[in-house]
């Protein structure tokens, strides 16, 4: 969800580009999640989950975690992106994305909002030219 609305909302010189620490590689988007984006007039119905590796993270200028445990899990496991690394929802409390896999449409709906707020935050913050995932 947070690819297409930072895809959405973004220059399209900025490239924007998501993985997962436990994304099944290859798998679709939930069926959910292409529901809730439809009705906010986005397809995500050809996204194919892709796992987080070093090699696609050095060269991002700006690398997103929906939660703690992702931002502090990537920075444990690779202390290089210090500085690179932060929450979605860094200026909304710091608060986290709270994963609605395998939940009801409602909390897909809830992580929809929460994703727009936060790519709002930072949309207005990123600069020309820079790679985010």
């Excluded at 620490?21 to 529901?35: F, K």
């Excluded at 449409?105 to 707020?117: L, P, T």
């Amino acid at each position: 969800m947070a690819e297409a609305l930072f895809k959405a909302k973004l220059p399209p010189d900025i490239e924007v580009s998501s993985a997962g620490i436990a994304a099944l590689v290859g798998a679709p988007a939930d069926p959910l999640a292409v529901e809730v984006m439809r009705e906010h007039g986005s397809d995500i119905s050809a996204h194919r989950g892709r796992q987080v590796v070093l090699p696609f993270l050095t060269g991002a200028d700006l690398i997103l975690g929906l939660d703690q445990t992702h931002t502090s899990g990537l920075l444990r496991q690779y202390p290089v992106l210090r500085g690179r690394v932060h929450k979605l929802l860094q200026w909304r409390s710091n608060a986290d994305v709270a994963d609605p896999f395998g939940q009801d449409k409602a909390a897909f709906q809830r992580a929809y909002e929460h994703i727009d707020w936060g790519v709002d935050d930072w949309v207005q913050r990123i600069g020309p030219g820079k790679r985010a995932v």
